[in-house]
């Protein structure tokens, strides 16, 4: 397992460090330079991003929002103190794991396996969403395209229905597809 520490202070990633090598992990790299963050984490490649914020300020909650977005990892947060508005904004950028005042090198392992699963489980999450809502899509074009054929060729839903799988089946697509590609035409033909 890949790790990236980004930390400005030696001292707290030297506390992470110990921790993730005492619990058998070696490929780490320690970043502690915030200038060209996204870049470098990129390049390095890591499977858990760690981050350790004294007291994290509005400037580094957006670097963060950035990493998260960008690198679409989990993300475990240390912070020596937090306030609702903090912690709010680091769940909202995406943070699998916020630690208030915990780091002890025997926690670090916990903590990275914690964020793994929770972000592994947002991505399940999000993946269902999204299949979910394309699913609604579809069957509101299949709907407005049978209601297009039932108005144009006064068919009943059923029949309309049959006319778009016949259609979909002849030509290889799915039926969502052709039900698209109707209303497209339709709008194009200046009828919707």
Known sequence: MRIAIVDESPARAAVIREGLEASGLSDIAM?????????????????????????PQRDELEELFAVSRALAKPVAMFVDQSDDAAMEAAIDAGVSAYVVDGLKAERIRPIVDLAIKRFNAFARLRSELDEARTELAEHKAIDAAKALLMKKRGLDEPAAYAQLRKAAMDSGKRISEVAEALLTAEKLMGGL
């Open 31 to 55: 970043m502690s330079e915030r200038a060209g963050l996204v870049a470098r984490i990129e390049a390095f490649a890591p499977d858990v991003i760690l981050m350790d914020l004294a007291s």
